[in-house]
């Protein structure tokens, strides 16, 4: 098991997620995610590197599972 954080979500039931052990992008699809649940930018999964299904030669994400929200702290100039 790998696991990643979404960076993009396309509304139409895909996204990419960076894989946190070797920081490459990764495609999710919607069907592959633990109760199809609509995933968010930010959000951390685990999940199984997989041969792509519709392209020969790339991988993809599948036994996709939540784990949260990872939490970012936006900081101001001023203290």
Same mark, same amino acid.
């Given at each position: 098991?790998?696991?990643?954080?979404?960076?993009?979500?396309?509304?139409?039931?895909?996204?990419?997620?960076?894989?946190?052990?070797?920081?490459?992008?990764?495609?999710?699809?919607?069907?592959?995610?633990?109760?199809? &649940?609509?995933?968010?930018?930010?959000?951390?999964?685990?999940?199984?590197?997989?041969?792509?299904?519709? /392209?020969?030669?790339? /991988?993809?994400?599948?036994?996709?599972?939540?784990?949260?929200?990872?939490?970012? &702290?936006? /900081?101001?100039?001023?203290?």
């Amino acid at each position: 098991m790998c696991d990643g954080i979404i960076t993009y979500v396309s509304g139409k039931g895909w996204f990419f997620a960076e894989n946190l052990s070797d920081h490459t992008a990764i495609f999710v699809h919607q069907n592959q995610v633990e109760n199809q &649940r609509f995933l968010k930018v930010g959000d951390r999964i685990s999940f199984t590197v997989a041969p792509s299904v519709k /392209t020969p030669g790339k /991988t993809m994400a599948v036994d996709v599972k939540y784990l949260g929200h990872t939490i970012t &702290r936006q /900081t101001s100039g001023a203290l």
